[in-house]
């Protein structure tokens, strides 16, 4: 592997080890501590809600990173590869943050400060429990893409080297 095609996949596993880390961060501390700790349900879902856009949109630009990395060394190993799970990252994030969370956002205007005071077969709250799980869903897929690109970048490098 040349210097420029280590320097491209170190790159990418270090955007992506970033990401992961932050998403990982998130999705085991910082969502859990927030509803464990916040006195209302309502004021750490604000908490987790103004987190995830900057995890999300970090998201698109390592997966963006990775495709773009990847496609300019072609004949690396994996490349291919390494470019669909980046595209795979970008396009799960844009999702999660383009998508479904506007219509999270319109759903909680709807709704008002707190999901808990609406009755538990209300149509808005099932609604927003599956655009919840939609989200999550896709972080997770992000999540599971950033995973499977950093071990083949990792051995991208070890490969060659």
């Keep these: 592997m040349t210097g420029t095609a280590d320097g491209r996949a170190l ?5 992506l080890a970033l990401w992961l880390g932050g998403a990982v961060l998130l999705a085991a501390v910082v969502a859990p501590a927030a509803f464990a ?10 908490v987790v809600g ?15 990173l990775v495709l773009a990395l990847s496609l ?54 099932a609604a927003f429990g599956r655009l919840h799980g939609i989200s999550v869903a896709w972080m997770g897929a992000g999540m599971l893409a950033a995973v499977v690109a950093l071990v083949l970048c990792a051995l991208a490098v070890r490969v060659r080297s």
């Design 72 to 125: 300019a060394g072609s004949g690396a190993p994996f490349a291919r590869s390494r470019a669909t799970l980046g595209a795979a990252l970008a396009l799960a994030c844009a999702i999660a943050q383009l998508v479904v969370a506007p219509r999270i956002a319109r759903l909680r205007a709807e709704i008002g400060p707190s999901l808990d005071a609406l009755a538990a077969d209300d149509a808005r709250r």
């Design 11 to 15: 790159a990418s596993v270090v955007a």
């Design 50 to 64: 103004r987190v995830l856009p900057a995890v999300f949109y970090a998201g698109i630009v390592a997966g963006g």
């Design 37 to 46: 700790a916040l006195p209302s349900r309502a004021l750490a879902g604000a």
